[in-house]
């Protein structure tokens, strides 16, 4: 048997999210099928390094499976773009050692969450940014934003059916930059809770807004109650760019 | 009366090009319509830098237009967005000189076309890419290219219904360049031909590929003739990024 591990990219707004549903498009049922075909039938379970929710999109998403049937990486790639829809692809893939498991094997992970503010559409990024008409004030946004980088519990951020034994989280990287029109929220951490990036994401549109202060997020965090923070961010927004691993794995 | 002009961004895959069209949806005739219900009923004419093709893209396309009403540019541009569809939005709008012509009052065009050259597919990018499977070898594209720019007769680059009159063009900037996985062909020129970026690109392809030598292009260039070039590359890889005029508008 051989493990394999591909990076997929994918454009969620037409799937309930990764996770395999009864009666509804998940990108986890795609793939499998995919792989299904591409595996000449032996079926395959997929682990995802994490459950992107429901039009949440990947760049850099990181899968893995086992197989009794073995494939060259550009097989897989060429197999799999083949017969996957037009809005999933396989970027890359590899064989792996057999106890690697995309979550626990994970040492970061990197989302962006996008956010256009202003009266202008833009068509070209529809479907992947956030829009507000109103003008984000970056000084506030940044002041707040400072408060969540480290290691601290995020109970206060995460969804309310959110299972993790523990919401002890550290982040590594909270950076806000307004590359021309979009406002960018680059979150890096070594791991995350249910709809976390979204939970931090709109509780700083809330501090723009004038709803929090910046200073206010310390007590946010210390309550450890989710009716504390903000709203949660569209999913639209959010992407999730990279999985890190220890090998690299798959290069730049 | 009032002469303003806008700033248009579109993703053209819905439509027939921007020209309008009987019994088919063109840019323009979406532009017109949501102008007459934010001038209030008042039918309008609106003049383009360039007619874009089927499933051409725009993120920096400038129109025109006269009025008899007046409107502030934040009230056009909101007022446009609130009606428009979401593939086409206002970016920005300003009152300008009656004299000005979205066409003859521009010096300078700016084109995009975008390439992905390997077997992954990008969703996130489908649809404003053109993709093939073989990795273009840069080298030779680049020594064709640059017999493209200066002033030359692209007679051979240009659509055979094209109807401008004299088909000499200068083109000023043919930049290719590959950002991480994609090819991106930047051409800037004074003025271009009916289908001319997309035969030029075309034509760099199969250099690329070894139908033609990049040392064939100034005979191709003399020949004056439309079947001695390449194929015409795909609508879906081209956007109009920008049009330049001597104040500068919109600015940066």
Redesign the interface.
């Known amino acids: 048997v051989t493990r394999y591990r591909l990076l997929l990219?994918?454009?969620g707004a037409a799937y309930v999210g990764w996770q395999r549903q009864p009666d509804a498009p998940s990108i986890q049922a795609e793939v499998e099928s995919a792989l299904a075909q591409v595996l000449g039938g032996e079926p395959v379970m997929v682990t995802a390094s994490g459950r992107t929710d429901a039009g949440v999109?990947a760049?850099g998403q990181v899968v893995s499976f086992q197989s009794t049937v073995e494939r060259s990486p550009?097989a897989l790639?060429?197999g799999l773009?083949a017969v996957?829809p037009?809005?999933?692809?396989?970027?890359?893939a590899g064989e792996v050692e057999l106890a690697f498991h995309p979550i626990d094997s994970a040492v970061g992970k990197h989302y962006r969450y996008r956010v256009l503010d202003g009266?202008?559409?833009?068509?070209?990024r529809?479907g992947?940014v956030y829009q507000t008409h109103k003008r984000l004030d970056l000084d506030r946004v940044r002041a707040a934003a400072m408060h969540f980088v480290g290691c601290h519990d995020f109970s206060s951020f995460r969804a309310s059916r959110c299972s993790a034994v523990t919401a002890v989280r550290t982040l590594y990287r909270f950076e806000i930059t307004r590359p021309v029109d979009e406002v960018r929220f680059d979150v890096e951490g070594t791991g995350f809770l249910r709809h976390m990036v979204r939970v931090l994401v709109g509780t700083l549109l809330d501090v723009s807004s004038g709803r929090f202060e910046p200073e206010d997020i310390p007590a946010i965090l210390d309550a450890a109650d989710r009716r504390r923070a903000g709203r949660t961010a569209a999913a639209q927004g959010l992407?999730l760019m990279r999985v890190h691993y220890p090998d690299g794995w798959p290069g730049v």
Request: some cysteine.
């Open positions: 990219e994918y454009d999109h760049l550009i790639v060429r773009n996957l037009d809005d999933i692809a396989c970027r890359a009266v202008a559409r833009a068509p070209l529809r992947q992407t």
